[in-house]
Nanobody, 124 residues
Framework: QVQLAESGGGLVQAGGSLRLSCAAS????????MAWFRQSPVKEREFVAA????????EYADSVKGRFSISRDSAKNTLYLQMNSLQPEDTAVYYC?????????????????WGQGTQVTVSS
């Protein structure tokens, strides 16, 4: 089992930045590709960004491309999401997820492990 714990959420004004972290514990060698998803009260959970086990491959949702950056520090077993130029529509609970396969994926069904989520609120 892999346990995931997100942190770094909070309240920020439009145009501001936040960095989310996701610490992995347990059988972390089982964690391959990882991703961030988000869910707001008015939307279903949606893909934000994904990264391969090696950290060399990344992909983003069109809505965050150029503003968000996903990275991982394997030595620290930690996943990050740097969020810049935040907008009110980015307001959501952000979840990190991990899968055993090496590649990242946009599909929630590919991920076996999920964190509890961290709230991000962007005020206008």
């Amino acid at each position: 089992q892999v346990q995931l714990a997100e942190s770094g959420g909070g309240l920020v004004q439009a145009g501001g930045s936040l960095r989310l972290s996701c610490a992995a514990s347990g059988r972390t060698f089982s964690a391959g590709g990882m991703a961030w998803f988000r869910q707001s009260p008015v939307k279903e959970r949606e893909f934000v960004a994904a990264i391969t086990r090696s950290g060399l491959g990344t992909e983003y949702a069109d809505s965050v491309k150029g503003r968000f950056s996903i990275s991982r520090d394997s030595a620290k077993n930690t996943l990050y999401l740097q969020m810049n130029s935040l907008q009110p529509e980015d307001t959501a609970v952000y979840y990190c997820a991990a899968r055993t396969g090496a590649r990242g994926s946009r599909s929630q069904n590919e991920y076996s492990y999920w964190g509890q989520g961290t709230q991000v609120t962007v005020s206008s």
